[in-house]
Nanobody, 120 residues
Framework: HVQLVESGGGSVQTGGSLRLSCAAS????????MAWFRQAPGKEREAVAG????????YYADSVKGRFTISRDNAKNTLYLQMNSLKPEYTAVYYC??????????????WGQGTQVTVS
């Protein structure tokens, strides 16, 4: 059984920063991509940032490029998302996902419970 536990969400003013963490119960999976998704009320869940093992291949949604940085610490079984220069439109529940082959939400087998990020 794989558990993903997100933390680090909260309320912040426009232009502020937050760092999300996702603690995983294991680091190796059949597929080696991990990613952050977000879902705002009334909207579909979308990929925000992703990384394969080793960080050789990364993905960022156009809306967050230059503002967000994804990183993985396999020694700590933890995925991070550093979010800078936050905008109100980034308000959503952010989810960590593991064991995916691409950046589509349909490809991920494991999900965290989500952490709320509110930017005002």
């Amino acid at each position: 059984h794989v558990q993903l536990v997100e933390s680090g969400g909260g309320s912040v003013q426009t232009g502020g920063s937050l760092r999300l963490s996702c603690a995983a119960s294991r680091v190796t999976y059949n597929k080696n991509c991990m990613a952050w998704f977000r879902q705002a009320p009334g909207k579909e869940r979308e990929a925000v940032a992703g990384s394969n093992d080793g960080g050789i291949k990364t993905y960022y949604a156009d809306s967050v490029k230059g503002r967000f940085t994804i990183s993985r610490d396999n020694a700590k079984n933890t995925l991070y998302l550093q979010m800078n220069s936050l905008k109100p439109e980034y308000t959503a529940v952010y989810y960590c996902a593991a064991d995916g082959g691409s950046w589509s939400r349909y490809e991920y087998n494991y999900w965290g419970q989500g952490t709320q990020v509110t930017v005002s």
